[in-house]
């Protein structure tokens, strides 16, 4: 079954050594303990990094020809992924590290998600001319906010909120009411009937009424365990 997208998606970017994997881990923490489920992706840009190592079963089990191998230990799974040459897209990093998670947390990958709309960005400075680079040419956008070490006289000329590192819950905060509006949105539309690839418009208590059957219907399937949180699309092909 196909996980929900997360209601935010967030890239915090910035220069080598300006901070963003601190940024990261605090609004993991501030966001977690908001009661938000957060997920994260890190950007490795060295050629030949692996998770594998040549010789181990898993090893052996990619150079066989598989898709993904996927290692269940006792504290931990990880699946690794052979790209085989290819270069993944935005679509595949959201697809692969989203996990049914309410806010993905993406270090890095500026230019990857630097001007993907759906895609909010955490600019990390030290300085105004760090900022002047990393938005020059309008490459990196949306910017949703700063993060600088001190609020000094160039934060005033940022067109965007900036907080120090000990503001982090701030941010969080921030990105927590805006998660809060979106799971409010769609929680509103919570069925969907799509006919011949055009969304057909449901009032409230159509939407609600078709949803209730469909999983009342489900339900009743042997083997199937409905949780009451599910979302209902419907697609009508014409033949």
């Known amino acids: 079954?196909?996980?929900?997208?997360?209601?935010?998606?967030?890239?915090?970017?910035?220069?080598?050594?300006?901070?963003?994997?601190?940024?990261?881990?605090?609004?993991?923490?501030?966001?977690?303990?908001?009661?938000?489920?957060?997920?994260?992706?890190?950007?490795?840009?060295?050629?030949?990094?692996?998770?594998?190592?040549p010789g181990k079963d898993?090893?052996?089990?990619?150079?066989?020809?598989?898709?993904?191998v996927t290692l269940v230990a006792p504290?931990?799974?990880?699946?690794?992924?052979?790209?085989?040459?290819r270069q993944p897209g935005l679509e595949d990093v959201l697809a692969w590290a989203s996990c049914g998670c309410d806010v993905l947390i993406m270090e890095g990958f500026s230019a990857?998600?630097?001007?993907?709309?759906?895609?909010?960005?955490?600019?990390?400075?030290?300085?105004?001319?760090?900022?002047?680079?990393?938005?020059?040419?309008?490459?990196?956008?949306?910017?949703?906010?700063?993060?600088?070490p001190e609020k000094g006289a160039w934060v005033q000329e940022l067109d965007r909120p900036a907080f120090t590192f000990d503001e982090l819950g701030e941010l969080a905060g921030m990105l927590g009411e805006l998660a809060r509006r979106r799971a409010e949105a769609r929680a509103r539309k919570e069925a969907e009937l799509f006919l011949a690839g055009r969304e057909?418009?449901?009032?409230?208590?159509?939407?609600?009424?078709?949803?209730?059957?469909?999983l009342a219907f489900v339900s009743c399937l042997r083997g199937v365990e409905v949780k009451g949180d599910e979302r209902v699309k419907i697609l009508v092909e014409r033949s």
Not at 123 to 140: K, P, S
Not at 200 to 214: G, I, N, T
Request: charged share 30%.
């Open 1 to 53: 079954m196909e996980a929900r997208p997360p209601l935010l998606v967030l890239a915090v970017v910035g220069r080598k050594g300006a901070g963003k994997t601190r940024v990261v881990e605090g609004l993991v923490q501030e966001l977690r303990a908001r009661g938000l489920r957060v997920a994260t992706a890190k950007h490795v840009p060295e050629e030949g990094f692996s998770l594998d190592r």
């Open 58 to 68: 898993s090893w052996r089990h990619a150079e066989a020809g598989a898709e993904a």
């Open 75 to 85: 504290g931990e799974v990880a699946t690794i992924r052979r790209l085989r040459g």
């Open 112 to 148: 990857m998600a630097g001007e993907a709309p759906g895609v909010l960005k955490v600019v990390v400075a030290r300085n105004l001319e760090e900022v002047r680079e990393l938005l020059a040419g309008r490459q990196v956008r949306p910017v949703l906010a700063f993060v600088v």
């Open 200 to 214: 057909v418009p449901l009032k409230p208590f159509v939407r609600e009424l078709l949803r209730s059957l469909v």
